[in-house]
């Protein structure tokens, strides 16, 4: 990845919360090859140590057990940190339908909580993981920042929540905060297993498996489906830009195109049958349609393009195809 930024990282103490995850261990992995030293923070409820094991043995890697719900850890994990990649979140819709008061715990105690601590430590900047389900029943598309609607399940209130306490400490404190709202991030060491796991990874291991994939609906449901080194990007773009106007607001964090489901199944076999040609024969079931789902996501970039220089090196199908076979490769 080039290094396109205006302030210089390297040599930067940066810190990523929730580490060992999907997202978060794929931002540690570029960070130490920008030069930056890198501390992860992570309790493994959900990341998992494999994803960052292959770190260790750089000097420039620090991992650090504790809980963002616990203040102390927070304040801990933030002494001598110059940026903070917030990513820790307890994810999925359906997870925080069936348990909103871990999700509240975790996405709003929690995230306040590394408010704190940053502001405390005097962090230069803290970006965060915001969420496209902040868009809520809004039905317009593409989905642009400053129209949202209400949210549709207990996630989203608590991604929108961070945006409004993100918004009080960057006004009342002066702090610089970021927020990124990813649209259906996917790729390498997104976790196929589980009760909530992701459709994409889902959906390959169940091809895999010759299994048939379910959808939830008629499969015309649609998704700015977004490969994770986009998302690499933005949060270097944002932890760089040095233009006043780009900072204390939230921005899409997407490709800016929409696949259905159907769609997305179809890719995937023809992906997945290059490597085992029985693939493209299997059948997908259809179910019921998922409670608290919004049935069509596009986002809208210009704004990350305006500010942040932002302009996405992958397309859906380039990051699919690169998926897929991180996963025959891995999940073999």
């Known amino acids: 990845m080039e290094k396109l930024m205006d302030i210089k990282l390297n040599n930067s103490t940066i810190l990523v919360t929730g580490g060992a995850g999907f997202i978060g261990s794929n931002l540690c992995e570029e960070l130490l090859k920008q030069d930056c ?192 080194k986009n998302v690499v990007q933005m949060n270097l773009l944002a932890l760089s830009v040095s233009d006043k106007s780009a900072l204390n607001t939230v921005y899409n964090t997407a490709y800016g195109e929409r696949t259905t489901l159907n769609q997305l199944v179809g890719y995937l076999k023809e992906y997945l049958s290059q490597y085992d040609s029985q693939i493209a024969n299997i059948e997908v079931i259809y179910g019921d349609n998922r409670s608290g789902d919004i049935p069509h996501s596009l986002a809208s970039i210009e704004k990350a393009e305006s500010l942040l220089g932002y302009h996405p090196q992958y397309s859906m199908k380039q990051g699919l195809k690169e998926a897929v076979q991180w996963y025959w490769e891995n999940l073999k």
């Open 37 to 228: 030293k890198v501390v992860c923070l992570d309790n493994f409820s959900t990341g998992k140590i494999e994803n960052i094991l292959h770190l260790f043995d750089n000097k420039n890697f620090k991992l650090i057990v504790g809980d963002i719900r616990k203040i102390e850890d927070c304040q801990k994990v933030t002494k001598g940190v110059d940026y903070v990649l917030h990513e820790a979140a307890l994810g999925s819709v359906p997870r925080s339908i069936a348990d909103p008061i871990t999700s509240n715990d975790v996405n709003v105690s929690g995230f306040l909580n590394m408010l704190v601590a940053a502001r405390e430590a005097n962090v230069k900047r803290f970006i965060y993981a915001a969420s496209s389900s902040t868009y809520g029943d809004s039905k317009s598309l593409p989905k642009v920042e400053d129209v949202i609607g209400k949210p549709l399940s207990p996630y989203a209130i608590t991604k929108y929540v961070n945006e409004l306490y993100a918004d009080v400490f960057s006004r009342t404190y002066g702090m610089e905060c970021i927020g990124l709202r990813y649209f259906n991030v996917f790729g390498r060491r997104q976790d196929p297993n589980g009760a909530y796991a992701a459709v994409i990874p889902l959906f390959v291991k169940k091809l895999i498996d010759h299994e048939s994939p379910v959808i939830n609906g008629d499969g015309e449901y649609s998704r700015d489906f977004t490969y994770i």
